[in-house]
């Protein structure tokens, strides 16, 4: 017998297929793109500048921090949630965000609850850990998101053999990306649940972004509009860098904001796409949503987003294709949508081993589970850090440190092959240290590199 959840994926996943069969060519047509207006995206300084109010509690009772927790560590070589990786003192993605909220549910003496959007692959795990936050002051609720089969690329027929997991393989089926989360909100019953205890925004974002913190000028902004002048979905964008150049941008289409991927771009134009002077700004993921605004379409059925196809390939080389949607593709759903021009520390991902690096080091420093640049580093701006293959699961990035580099000075670090660390080396200016293959560099324990290029081998014996 099949539950309510399976059939309303099902319903789903067959809505979303249709679709896919219709399209034809790029969702956009390059001609129609024009620049947002001005007042469409405004700096967060003139955002913040107004000031908070006598009374921020007010505000944030009306507030759910909700965290996209359906990724797996494994692009970083861990099992389970990425949720669960130690980035901090021995604090995971999940320690951190409890900790933010709790200081300000303490601080302000609220009640903001903590929502977790899980996936069939990190439900349990993540039910699991959960219970040592029993004694928090957080309530934390969690919902899943759907269960969708992958589809051979070649027959369009999907993988899985029929609708139950049971007996089958996980690989058949995939998390249909972080757009499905409206529906899912929705049909879980917490929305409502939610909107009924005077619940009014949520504060969307990716759990491995630890710049993601509640940001009580933004919300003071949402709840002190008049109630016609409501602006119902809010995108915090940053100035775009040569590193975000793949990252989505808002444009005024047709008469609306809305986000452009990469995937919707036309092959001729996507080095247009990539420019930083035509696209200056890219989507940071940090949404605020309003509630009543998300039943209300979803009653209507008139949620509507761009169709992300994702190819991939399974184990035995089968190739297949995942439908997917992204959460800030609904933008131009939503009355009185608006960029915030935010700055660039309320983005800082975790996706690889390099940024693992950055955010242990002591460029940051942690407090109430936040992290913020300190104030020693005389530029605003974060090192360009690439580590090499051999450190790309964290694991072996551990063990090739005895303890994180100086890098209060460090403006570029490049390291490839087999290279270890020794403890307090201080990294200043622009480091690159590159061991040949077969050779290895060992960096002596309380060295000193400032714009040095090493390479070759090196290994200091103790004895």
């Given at each position: 017998m ?14 979303l297929?249709?679709r ?5 060519g ?8 024009q ?7 405004q ?19 009306k507030?759910?921090?909700?965290k996209l ?11 389970g ?8 003192n ?27 959007m899980?996936s ?9 850990i ?5 004694h ?12 969708y089969?992958r ?14 997991m049971t007996g ?7 998390p249909?990306g972080h ?9 879980s019953?917490?929305l409502?649940q939610?909107?009924?205890?005077g619940k ?16 009580l ?11 016609g ?19 989505g ?7 609306k904001?809305?986000?452009l ?5 036309p ?5 247009e796409f ?9 989507n ?15 009653e ?31 933008i ?7 960029g ?24 940051y420093s ?11 580093r ?11 293959s ?12 005895e303890?994180i ?6 403006d ?7 290279v ?13 240290i ?5 050779d ?7 060295s000193?590199l400032?714009?040095?290029i090493?390479?070759?081998n090196?290994?200091i014996?103790?004895?």
């Open positions: 099949l539950t309510h959840e399976c059939w309303k994926d099902f319903a789903g996943f067959k809505n297929f249709h896919f069969l219709q399209v034809k790029p969702s956009v047509e390059w001609i129609k793109i620049r947002p207006p001005e007042d469409s995206i700096p967060y300084d003139k955002i913040s500048a107004r000031g908070l109010p006598n009374n921020v509690a007010n505000s944030l009772n507030l759910v921090v909700v927790n359906g990724g797996l560590g494994t692009s970083m070589g861990c099992k949630p990425k949720s669960l990786i130690s980035v901090r021995e604090n995971t993605f999940l320690d951190l965000t409890v900790q933010q909220i709790e200081h300000l549910n303490k601080t302000y003496n609220t009640d903001v609850p903590l929502v977790l899980n069939f692959n990190t439900d349990e795990d993540t039910k699991k959960l219970q040592k936050y029993t928090h002051r957080v309530k934390i609720h969690t919902f899943n998101q759907s269960r089969p589809i051979n690329k070649e027959s369009l027929l999907p993988v899985a053999k029929n609708l139950s089958q393989s996980a690989d058949g089926w995939y249909p757009g499905d989360i409206y529906a899912s909100f929705y049909n019953g917490l409502d939610l909107i009924t205890q009014e925004y949520i504060f969307v974002s990716n759990i491995d972004n630890l710049g993601a913190t509640v940001d000028n933004i919300l003071h902004h949402l709840v002190s509009q008049p109630n002048k409501r602006c119902e979905f809010v995108m915090e964008v940053t100035d775009k860098t040569r590193a975000d150049v793949k990252g941008t808002l444009i005024q289409y047709e008469g904001l809305r986000l991927e990469i995937a919707q771009v092959k001729a134009h996507v080095d990539k420019s930083v002077s035509k696209f200056k700004i890219f940071t993921n940090n949404l605020w949503i309003s509630l009543p605004a998300i039943k209300r379409l979803q209507q059925n008139a949620m509507d987003m761009e169709i992300i196809v994702n190819p991939k390939t399974l184990d035995g080389g089968l190739n297949v294709i995942q439908l997917e949607t992204a959460v800030g593709a609904a131009k759903c939503f009355d009185n949508a608006l915030i021009n935010v700055p660039r520390s309320r983005f800082l991902p975790v996706k690889t081993t390099s940024d693992l690096l950055l955010v242990m080091s002591n460029l942690l407090d109430a589970g936040s992290l913020t640049m300190s104030p020693k005389e530029f605003p701006t974060t090192p360009h850090v690439k580590l090499g051999s450190f790309t699961k964290v694991q072996e990035y551990l063990t090739r440190f303890s580099p100086d890098m209060l000075e460090l570029h670090l490049t390291v490839s092959g087999d270890t660390f020794g403890k307090n080396v201080s990294l200043k200016g622009t480091v690159i590159i061991a040949n293959h077969g290895r560099i060992d960096i002596p324990a309380g000193m400032e714009n040095k090493v390479s070759g090196l290994r014996l103790d004895h």
